[in-house]
Nanobody
Framework: QVQLVESGGGLVQAGGSLRLSCVAS????????TGWFRQAPGKEREFVAA????????YYADSVKGRFTISRDNAKNTVYLQMNSLKPEDTAVYYC???????????????WGQGTQVTVSS
């Protein structure tokens, strides 16, 4: 079982940047693909970005492509989400999760962290 802890959220003005971290416990973290998701008030949780276990492939939602970058350091059991050019519509609680599947599906993500709040002011 992998346990995940997110950090790095906060309040930032539109156009600013934040870097989120997702630290995992457990020796098998490098065996999992990892994803970032977000949930805004009154909305369903949505996919943001994912990275394969080796870090060789990354995937992004259209809404963040070109602004957000996902990366991982398996030696530190950590996945990062660098968020640039932030917009008010990026305001949400951001969660990380892991996926053991070779062919990733959204339903395969689990072991959710507690989330970190990102608030972007206009």
């Amino acid at each position: 079982q992998v346990q995940l802890v997110e950090s790095g959220g906060g309040l930032v003005q539109a156009g600013g940047s934040l870097r989120l971290s997702c630290v995992a416990s457990g020796r098998t973290f490098s065996s999992y693909s990892t994803g970032w998701f977000r949930q805004a008030p009154g909305k369903e949780r949505e996919f943001v970005a994912a990275i394969r276990r080796s870090g060789g492939s990354t995937y992004y939602a259209d809404s963040v492509k070109g602004r957000f970058t996902i990366s991982r350091d398996n030696a530190k059991n950590t996945v990062y989400l660098q968020m640039n050019s932030l917009k008010p519509e990026d305001t949400a609680v951001y969660y990380c999760a892991v996926n053991p599947q070779t062919i990733m599906t959204m339903s395969g993500f689990g072991s959710w962290g507690q989330g970190t709040q990102v608030t972007v002011s206009s």
